[in-house]
Every structure is written in C-alpha cells, then in structure tokens.
C-alpha cells in the first residue's frame, strides 16, 4: 500500500487547509485511515482517524476544529483544518491499516503545515 499526501502549505492563524491522501497498491483489507503530526522536538502523535464506515476519532486538541473524511471510492482522505493556530504546526502524516491490526502500518512521506501568529 502507497499513500500520498498532499495540501500543506503556510497559513496565518486562524485560517484553514485541507489536506489529501490518496492509497494505492492492495488497498482492499485496508479499514483504518489516519492523520498523525509530528512538531519539531515532539513525538508523533493522532490528530484523526476514521474507519472504512465512516466512524472517526478525534484528538482533543483538534475537536471542534478539524473535520476528517473519506471517499472509498476514490481511495482517498481529507483533513479539513479550520480555525488553525501556532501551535498546529507540524509535518502532517497520512497512515492506515488493515482490518485485524492493532498499530498503523502504511504510511505516506508528509506535508508541513505552518501556521504564522
């Protein structure tokens, strides 16, 4: 399984992005989709995850602000990021799994998104 992502870019505070991540490869066992960050001196942590059905799961700090969805039709998912802050910034990460696996384990190679105050 390959996954691309695309969309970050620079931002002023309080603005919105969208992020793209389109699977390819042997993508039919694939269930679980998600969105990871990691900001310099950070660990990686979720910011959003969603399943094949369309439950999703949001971290804390995003709820509210960032909307996470899926096209299974075209192999592809979106973080749509509203109301953007400093703090957001990060290399954004698209990640997946296969049905019966406990951890991710696709994962694309990042988009930076930087948020200006």
């Known amino acids: 399984v390959q996954l691309q992502a695309s969309g970050g870019g620079l931002v002023q505070a309080g603005g919105s992005l969208r992020l793209s991540c389109t699977a390819s490869?042997?993508?039919?066992?694939?269930?679980?989709m998600g969105w990871y960050r990691q900001a310099p001196g950070k660990q990686r942590e979720l910011v959003a995850g969603?399943?094949?059905?369309?439950?999703?799961n949001y971290a804390d700090s995003v709820k509210g602000r960032f909307t996470i969805s899926r096209d299974v039709s075209k192999n592809a998912m979106y973080l749509e990021m509203n109301s953007l802050r400093p703090e957001d910034t990060a290399v954004y990460y698209c990640?997946?799994?296969?049905?019966?696996?406990?951890?991710?384990?696709?994962w694309g190679q990042g988009t930076q998104v930087t948020v200006s105050s």
């Open positions: 990640a997946s799994r296969r049905v019966g696996r406990s951890a991710y384990e696709y």
């Open positions: 490869g042997s993508i039919e066992n694939i269930n679980l």
């Open positions: 969603i399943t094949r059905a369309g439950t999703t």
